[in-house]
């Protein structure tokens, strides 16, 4: 009989089950948007039961688009969003809200007190990271002191905390493994990444107990069986989980240091393999764990960008720019040149190098002539630009000159795109034909975990390497222009209206 690997790959915005055979091809896909809710001005949630029926329906529609059977899966492997947390009842499997978003800024208020108590040098050198909504500590800390009823069960450790690979599994084994990888654990702001334990001063700052958090794992290693009755009558072994950006530089076979990658995608995250090394950064950047395999533990340097290919979806659905995001990269050829609008897409603050929670999102530049497809070049140049701020500090960080990017996701299908990040970077930048590489990195360390594959038979197939054709001088200049767009957008204040 015939094995296979199935990736479940949960992102922000959709939920997809992609099953790849030995020869690393994908043989189905099936995909299911997801819900995103914005309550209130820069809050972003989930339901996470939604999100469990959502990969229970992609998983058994693609088994019915190949006609593959459950009992072929060799290993499961599941990449997630990172950060968005959730607390559940240990006893009833349910969420006792909803689901706090890794883009939400809700927290805003929680960081600041953490700041002013000044924790933030302990925080960066335990973690790797830096005090932000963005990290699942104080979403954690924002539902436990708005719910003194949680609190309390918390306490007597009736709640459970996890990202979604830690629900997932935990869902799929029936409640028998509450479980995070070093790499998602290693997004917590709650994580010792070098000794890779949870640490004590950071829980007793943030006051949050210890028995709500997952036990620690490796990346690429046999966690447990799915539950029968959750998952078609049959114990499948899930022998992997990563976070979504980790899965994708491993997907890209980025397993050497200096190696680095670029995901387009509701976000956007740029991270270099730093080895077995800690890469302390001065310009912005996180320390993080890019996964765990065995016994050793690679880093990376990694920046992130809070709106990346998102902002085409708000240029779709409330300016209504365009019916379809296919058609934007005619839109901006046809546009020449932007007429000097920039974007600066901070709808929920400025991610890295900047951090600035509080920065607006802008649009300069304007005139009567500007037209729709000189805002969607605009908006397309956006995240070349905010890639380009992250590799710079990168670079200057790493002391790893990056002369070859690799890039997925989502908007990396726009030829525009990568061609205008080719030339304001001046260097290659190479798609694969297969653009799935959060779920191909996520597939290739579950196979590496029950024997499918052996490290040394891991490939991916070059697409096409983009070249820079426009001369650096112009591009740099309008670099520059954008560096003052952004410094624009970051000295708001709302007084000013």
Not at 80 to 101: C, F, H, M, S, Y
Not at 311 to 340: P, Y
Request: charged share 25%; hydrophobic share 40%.
């Amino acid at each position: 009989m015939e094995k296979y690997i199935l990736a479940i790959d949960h992102g922000t915005t959709s939920s997809r089950a992609i099953i790849f055979d030995k020869d690393q091809k994908m043989v189905g896909v099936s995909q299911k948007e997801g819900n995103v809710e914005y309550p209130k001005p820069g809050w972003v949630v989930q339901d996470a039961n939604l999100i469990w029926n959502d990969t229970m329906t992609v998983i058994a529609d693609v088994f019915d688009k190949t006609g593959i059977s459950p009992e072929q899966i060799a290993g499961i492997g599941i990449s997630n969003q990172r950060e968005t947390t959730v607390l559940w009842n240990r006893k009833t499997g349910l969420p006792v809200d909803k689901a706090i978003v890794w883009q939400s800024r809700q927290t805003a208020d929680i960081c600041d007190e953490w700041k002013d108590r000044g924790l933030e040098p302990y925080v960066r050198t335990m973690t790797g990271l830096r005090i932000d909504p963005y990290f699942s500590a104080s979403k954690i800390a924002f539902i436990l002191r708005n719910n003194p009823e949680v609190r309390k069960q918390a306490e007597e450790g009736e709640i459970l905390f996890g990202t979604m690979d830690t629900w997932l599994v935990w869902k799929l084994t029936g409640g028998y493994h509450h479980v995070t990888d070093a790499s998602n654990a290693s997004r917590t702001l709650l994580c010792d990444i070098e000794n890779l334990v949870w640490d004590q001063k950071l829980l007793n700052y943030f006051n949050i107990p210890e028995s709500i958090l997952p036990n620690i794992i490796g990346t690429s290693e046999v966690i447990g069986k799915t539950s029968p009755y959750v998952f078609f009558q049959q114990e499948i072994p899930i022998s992997s989980i990563v976070g979504d950006q980790q899965a994708a530089l491993f997907g890209q076979l980025c397993l050497e240091a200096g190696q680095a990658k670029n995901t387009y995608g509701t976000g956007g995250f740029l991270l270099m393999n730093t080895g077995e090394k800690i890469v302390r950064s001065n310009s912005g950047l996180l320390s993080t764990v890019a996964w765990k395999i065995g016994d050793r533990v690679t880093y990376a340097l990694e920046g992130s960008i809070f709106v990346s290919g998102s902002i085409m979806k708000w240029m779709r659905d409330k300016l209504r720019l365009f019916d379809n995001v296919k058609d934007t990269c005619a839109m901006a050829e046809e546009a020449k040149t932007t007429g000097g609008v920039y974007i600066v897409p901070a709808f929920v603050g400025l991610g890295a190098p900047f951090w600035d929670e509080r920065a607006k999102a802008s649009i300069s530049g304007l005139t009567l002539g500007t037209n729709r497809n000189q805002l969607v070049r605009a908006a397309i140049e956006s995240m070349a630009y905010q890639a380009k701020d992250v590799m710079d500090a990168m670079v200057k960080d790493s002391g790893f000159p990056i002369s070859h990017l690799k890039v997925d996701g989502g908007a990396a299908i726009n030829d525009f795109l990568l061609q205008f990040q080719s030339d304001l970077l001046q260097v290659p930048v190479e798609r694969f034909k297969v653009n799935e590489l959060t779920a191909l990195g996520a597939a290739f360390l579950a196979g590496l975990a029950v024997d499918y594959w052996k490290e040394d038979e891991l490939h991916i197939e070059s697409e096409r390497v983009f070249q820079p054709q426009r001369d650096g001088q112009e591009m740099a200049k309008r670099y520059e222009d954008w560096i003052h767009a952004v410094e624009a957008c970051q000295t708001f204040k709302p007084e000013m209206l």
